[in-house]
């Protein structure tokens, strides 16, 4: 059976909720998601469903991201969820590239991301472009994507919205 990928619809949270639970060892994720989507902090939100069971899900929330001292679009990667028995087909690369194309669309100019650099790498994401950026998230995990014409940053300041700090890693 092939899998579509689509925009969240408000009747997928329930399941988007369950898949968290079962692709995460705590409830965290569920509880990130459903609190960035209450706040509003949600930018793009992309599912990847076979036949009606959503198998897949993709987050990118607002930042409030300062780069030498002016304002700049960002949103964050987190989380992506892909149910254990499809995983290594392609369907957490789907989401993220598909969202990462949305996000660009909607004129946001950088994307931040903290997970495994290997990973996130083969999107682009480089923890050099990260490093400028004072986060409570900064370390050698904490990577950065520019969308489109990418930009140089001597200083800056990335911020998560407030659902993050429930994570027990700041905001």
Known sequence: MSIVIREMEPEDIEAIHALHLACFPTAAEARLVASLDAAGDVLVALVAEQGKAIVGHVCFSRMKVIADGA?????????????????????????????LAALEDAEVRLAFVLGDTGYYGRFGFEAALAKPFASAYAGPNFQALWLGKPARVRAGEAHHAPAFAALGKGA
């Open 71 to 99: 304002p700049i679009a960002a949103a964050a990667l987190a989380p992506v969820a892909v149910a254990a028995s499809l995983r290594d087909v392609g369907i957490g690369s789907g989401l993220i590239e598909q969202g």
